[in-house]
């Protein structure tokens, strides 16, 4: 006799989806990803997804046996996770050869139901194994050819899930109580067999803590709980922290006084984000520290124009990277601002600010919104990973001077107590080495110079013409020579090049003279 029937038929979930609630994750109804029947006990076939088969019972001669298995990794669902409860449901059961309910037996079988032979499987699915194991993990019975069963915290099957959550796997065998006196055969499929569990993660105990550079506690760390503010936490505070979720701490962003002191790390990152996000694995650290140190206000950072010492324009920039600027609104976060660490691309890319020269970031000035609360010393750019400041000077400001407008080139980076990553480049690191550290980007004027003789003195030839028709000029600014040449009769000059050494503090390249060489090949000689 063959009668089918179909009964609650349900969307199929190819995988777990995990939902947060209340300290609760819920391994959502899902279909396994292997299935296979074993025949008699020496006869086992897999199948793909969604596929009917005789699965359970005898029809005559042949005795059914079914597996299914649910991959549980452990970056999902980690090891030593409570399960509080569980539920099997399994709809579409179609009947082969009777009418009768299905009274099934459910077994962990502990293997891999791919690797594992006929015979294996098979044994596990006795009620003992050898006298030496016992796989059975309960009853489960069908209502109009439908199981559904929930399993209380602490039965044999969720005591099994969680085990099996160890195994990095659930391998289930069910079969027909009656295979042996009553011909009661069923077909399932194996897209309608699916598990549901409700768990708890396990925690790990971590002190959170918060250090001035004398080792001293101090003041508060805030710990996002869903916002819309950072809930507030006097140190030394011991969390119990679920695994595999992220906690997200932020270090006190007060300046501190005597010494001045900030926020410098977190003690287990060189990512200085502040707030920080942490993932919770057994591996963490057992003690978080957020890290203060001391900052300094005099550093200061300038533009040097050397055709005219001294100078102090109104309107010439210098542009500042920081990385412990708080000036990013967190939009993950209720937009609680942070600062940036080194991050060099997305919403929160660091960014150069531009400052007006000369600039210091001290303590307490307000930029538009930024406040420095000064800087850190040896910040380091040559260790990988580690946070450290830039500098960027303009490459051609037109800046004017004297009442002309004057076209300034970057020509290096120089200053006391500083180190320069690429002193020669307009972008570069920097590192203050003391609290008086002083850093400068250097320009020179276009056909400027700081000496009144410096196209000067009879006799003093600083431009010719070659039979070219262009023409070349010479001349002394700052202690050095430089050479320019215009193909327009004067119109434009090409920017200087120096022919003269950089200047020495006691020797100067003086009254500079140029000829050419009339005879071909065409020459200039300074």
């Known amino acids: 006799m063959f009668q089918k029937i179909i009964l609650g038929l349900a969307v199929i979930l190819f995988l777990f989806i995990e939902v947060k609630a209340n300290g609760q994750r819920t391994y959502s109804l899902t279909i396994s990803d292997k299935s296979a029947r074993v025949l008699n006990g020496n006869s086992k076939s897999m199948f793909s997804y969604c596929t009917i088969f005789p699965g359970l019972g005898r029809d005559g001669n042949q005795k059914y046996r079914s597996f299914f298995q649910w991959p549980l990794p ?156 950072f809930e507030s936490y006097s140190v030394p505070e011991t969390f119990d922290f679920n695994i595999t979720t992220t906690e997200v701490l932020r270090g006190w962003q007060a300046l501190l006084e005597n ?152 020509q290096n980076w120089t200053g006391s107590d500083v180190d320069f990553e690429h002193a020669d480049q307009n972008e570069t690191a920097v590192v203050f080495q003391q609290p008086n550290a002083a850093a400068e980007a250097v320009y020179k004027g276009h056909l400027a110079s700081n000496k009144a003789r410096a196209t000067g003195h009879n006799n003093g030839r600083r431009i010719c013409r070659t039979q070219d028709d262009n023409l070349h000029l010479v001349y002394e600014d700052d202690g050095s020579i430089w050479y320019s040449q215009s193909t327009n009769n004067g119109e434009t000059w090409s920017k200087e090049q120096r022919l003269s050494s950089l200047k020495n503090p006691n020797r100067y390249c003086l009254n500079p003279a140029i000829t050419r060489y009339s005879s071909e090949p065409q020459f200039v000689m300074v």
């Not at 009274?103 to 015979?119: F, R």
């Not at 059975?136 to 099994?160: H, M």
């Not at 100078?311 to 600062?339: C, H, M, Q, T, V």
Request: glycine share 6%.
């Open 74 to 229: 452990d970056d999902q669902i980690p090891d030593g996770s409570t399960v509080t409860s569980a539920r099997l449901y399994i709809t579409s059961i179609e009947l082969i050869n009777t009418t009768n309910e299905v009274d099934a037996g459910l077994y962990s079988v502990e293997i891999d139901i791919e690797n594992a032979s006929a015979q294996t499987l098979w044994d596990r699915t006795n009620w003992f194994f050898n006298n030496l194991h016992y796989y059975y993990i309960g009853p489960a019975q069908s209502q109009n050819y439908v199981i559904d069963k929930t399993f209380q915290q602490g039965s044999d099957f969720t005591t099994a899930l969680e085990k099996a959550i160890e195994d990095d796997y659930f391998a289930l065998g069910i079969i027909e109580f009656r295979e042996e006196t009553h011909e009661y055969a069923y077909k399932l499929n194996n897209c309608e067999v699916k598990l549901e569990f409700h768990y708890t993660l396990p925690t790990i105990e971590v002190t959170v803590d918060q250090k001035r550079s004398d080792g001293a506690s101090v003041g508060h760390i805030g710990r996002w709980e869903g916002g819309p503010d």
């Open 259 to 410: 010494p001045s002191e900030k926020y410098k790390k977190w003690n287990i990152s060189e990512n200085i984000k502040n707030h920080h996000e942490f993932d919770v694995t057994y591996d963490m650290s057992g003690n978080l520290v957020s890290e203060f140190d001391q900052v300094y206000e005099n550093a200061t950072m300038k533009n040097e124009f050397m055709s005219a010492p001294g100078a102090d324009p109104s309107d010439d920039i210098i542009e500042f990277k920081d990385p412990w600027l708080i000036d990013y609104a967190d939009s993950d976060y209720g937009d609680n601002e942070r600062n940036r660490g080194m991050d060099n691309d997305g919403p929160d890319k660091l960014e150069f600010k531009e400052r007006s020269s000369p600039f210091s970031p001290d303590y307490e000035t307000n930029y538009d919104g930024d406040v420095y609360q000064g800087v850190f010393l040896d910040q380091d750019y040559n260790i990988p990973g580690h946070p450290y400041y830039s500098l960027r000077a303009s490459e051609d400001p037109n800046i004017p001077f004297h009442g002309q407008d004057i076209t300034w080139y970057f």
